[in-house]
């Protein structure tokens, strides 16, 4: 028996016996988390650089500080999340009260992946917590340095407690575990694996997947700060990052001189060698390198293009002249190459974005609020930004999760308690009052009111 196995069976018999973590031994597990990663901040940096020459500026923003900010926000309002929550009863019930209890779900499976593994690891585990379910992470064999480094951690400061990382086990083993709860991030391709394998126990899942992220930028727009702010949400993590804009639709009479604005900005942020920069990540392995390579030669080069396979390298590129048809455009691109299509009128790009897959992310870069209005309404995605990239998830207030083919289900701020939590919904019925209509036998007086009132309603 292995010892995931061990660790279910042992969790399963403390929920079943009625046991649960008081919401105080559920803040302390999460203080233990914050500590866990402060006083191992500079080896959890050195491991991300290890997997991703991720730099230390870079993990600090993307992962560690909004990794902390949202464990503390979790800490800080636990208690009244975890609380009671009271509801009203309908005239047919009058004289009761409703009552929702916040109830964690059980056994949960929390599975990760490579482009951020601090993040995308310890977030969702953290909201599992909070919600008071026994959790068991799978972390992504693609970042080593980073997975064995959490490992590590993560069994030393939980160890006997209700949270372990899972090491041997493959997610296809841990996916034949019945399990209460899964929160899989990953591809479409394993979301649909751990959606089939979920669904032969009925068991609820939420999946953080990804798509392609279309973003306009309108003729209205303010140019050089939608340059800057679209280079820095494309090429962070070198375009790893699954809410990044995978491809750019720019107005017509703005082209020329946003392509040139673009070439600054990347040369503003990474330098005219973005390799010599200590401030561009590379790719995670030689797999994702060939099939980023495989579509780099497409339609006319802006900028960037050029590769390193021995350091993994692929600059900053931007190719436009690009047709929806084209190979680049079927699939979502998940690195450092941004594909550009002119348009004349909104109206004839929403219909065509409208009729691809649901992306996780969009955004609209300009003043003009009809068209921006038209965007946000007419183009269905997970959520964005409108004059920003990315930065919507950095709110704890905004529940970030996919749509269609992109994902289902949120987490972020108090929707990942949600998320990891059922509201068992409970009447509280007076014993003093007890209306006879709707009690057998129906006799004529009752089947005439019972008449009326189907009328009156």
Same mark, same amino acid.
């Given at each position: 028996?292995? !010892? ?19 919401? /105080? !031994?559920?803040?302390?597990?999460? &203080? ?9 901040? #500079? ?15 870079? &993990?600090?923003?993307? #992962? ?19 609380? %009671? ?8 019930? @009058? ?51 980073? +997975?064995?480094?959490? #490992? ?5 400061? @939980?160890?006997? !407690?209700?949270?372990? &990382? ?36 009925? +068991? ?57 604005? =673009? ?39 802006? +900028?960037?293009? !050029? ?22 455009? #079927? ?14 009128? %909104? ?41 920003? +990239? ?24 108090? /929707? ?15 014993? =003093? ?6 009690? %057998?036998?129906?006799?004529? =007086? ?12």
């Amino acid at each position: 028996m292995s !010892e995931v196995t061990n660790f279910l069976t042992k969790e399963q018999m403390v929920f079943q016996s009625g046991s649960r973590m008081t919401v /105080a !031994e559920r803040k302390a597990a999460l &203080a233990k988390l914050i500590n866990m990663l402060k006083e191992n901040r #500079e080896q959890l940096f050195s491991a991300l650089y290890d997997d991703l020459h991720k730099s230390e500026n870079e &993990a600090a923003i993307s #992962e560690f500080i909004p990794l902390v900010t949202a464990i503390r926000y979790l800490h800080k309002n636990l208690r009244r999340f975890a609380a %009671p929550s009271y509801a009203g009863a309908s005239i047919a019930n @009058f004289g009761g009260r409703g009552k929702i209890i916040k109830e964690p779900y059980g056994n949960v499976l929390v599975v990760s992946t490579w482009n951020y593994p601090l993040l995308l690891s310890i977030e969702p585990l953290a909201a599992a917590i909070a919600a008071g379910n026994s959790v068991v992470l799978k972390m992504s064999p693609l970042a080593p340095a980073t +997975t064995r480094m959490l #490992e590590q951690l993560i069994n030393k400061t @939980f160890a006997n !407690e209700h949270v372990i &990382a899972a090491k041997d086990e493959s997610i296809e083993e841990l996916l034949e575990q019945n399990w209460d709860y899964i929160f899989f991030t990953g591809g479409i391709r394993m979301g649909r694996t751990v959606a089939e394998a979920a669904a032969k126990n009925l +068991t609820p899942t939420t999946l953080e997947l990804g798509g392609k992220n279309p973003c306009i930028v309108d003729a209205s727009a303010d140019l050089k700060l939608a340059a800057k702010r679209i280079v820095w949400g494309k090429f962070m993590n070198a375009g790893q990052t699954c809410a990044a804009p995978d491809y750019l639709l720019v107005h017509k009479s703005i082209q020329p001189k946003f392509m040139n604005m =673009l070439r600054k900005e990347i040369i503003n942020a990474y330098g005219e060698n973005p390799e010599e920069s200590p401030d561009y990540t590379r790719i995670i392995n030689i797999n994702h390198y060939n099939r980023l390579s495989a579509v780099i030669n497409q339609g006319k080069l802006v +900028t960037g293009g !050029e590769r390193n396979p021995d350091s993994l390298y692929i600059a900053p590129t931007v190719i436009e002249d690009i047709q929806w048809t084209d190979p680049i455009m #079927e699939n979502e691109i998940f690195g450092p190459i941004l594909p550009v299509i002119t348009f004349e009128t %909104p109206d004839e790009i929403l219909p065509i974005i409208a009729r691809r897959p649901k992306s996780l992310s969009g955004y609209y870069f300009g003043s003009n609020r009809k068209n921006m209005k038209k965007f946000l309404t007419s183009v269905s995605f997970g959520g964005g930004c409108v004059n920003d +990239t990315i930065m919507h998830l950095c709110s704890p207030h905004l529940p970030f999760g996919g749509v269609g083919s992109s994902g289902m289900g949120s987490y972020h701020g108090k /929707a990942s308690f949600n998320t990891f939590t059922h509201n068992k919904s409970i009447l509280i019925q007076s014993t =003093l009052l007890n209306f006879p209509m709707r009690f %057998p036998p129906f006799g004529t =007086l009752k089947k005439a009111i019972i008449k009326l009132i189907t009328k009156l309603i």
